[in-house]
Nanobody, 125 residues
Framework: QVQLVESGGGLVEAGGSLRLSCSAS????????MGWYRQVPGKERELVASIGIPTVGSAGGTKYADSVKGRFTISLDGAKNTGYLQMNLLKAEDTAVYYC??????????????WGQGTQVTVSS
């Protein structure tokens, strides 16, 4: 079993920065892909950014929602099984609960998808 734990959320003024972390622990062979999603009450969870490593069948790379391009940067430290979301120039509309999602291989031959518990990001205008 694998656990994802997010950290780094909090309250920040508009224009400020926060860095979210998502640490994967447990029986891990590799973290192949990690994504950050966010959700506000009454709306569907939306993908903010994702990052993948090259694997058989996937070229890997990063993707960003148009609303965060140029402001957010996603990264993945494979040695630490930890992903990051650097958020700069934050806006009030970035306020949401941010969730980490990851495709994790527990052995070379299997892969499972996991969610973290979420971390609140509040941007005051």
């Amino acid at each position: 079993q694998v656990q994802l734990v997010e950290s780094g959320g909090g309250l920040v003024e508009a224009g400020g920065s926060l860095r979210l972390s998502c640490s994967a622990s447990g029986n891990i062979f590799s973290v192949d892909k990690m994504g950050w999603y966010r959700q506000v009450p009454g709306k569907e969870r939306e993908l903010v950014a994702s990052i993948g490593i090259p694997t058989v069948g996937s070229a890997g790379g990063t993707k960003y929602a148009d609303s965060v391009k140029g402001r957010f940067t996603i990264s993945l430290d494979g040695a630490k099984n930890t992903g990051y979301l650097q958020m700069n120039l934050l806006k009030a509309e970035d306020t949401a609960v941010y969730y980490c999602n990851a495709d994790v291989r527990e052995t070379r031959w299997n892969q499972y998808n996991y969610w973290g518990q979420g971390t609140q990001v509040t941007v005051s205008s």
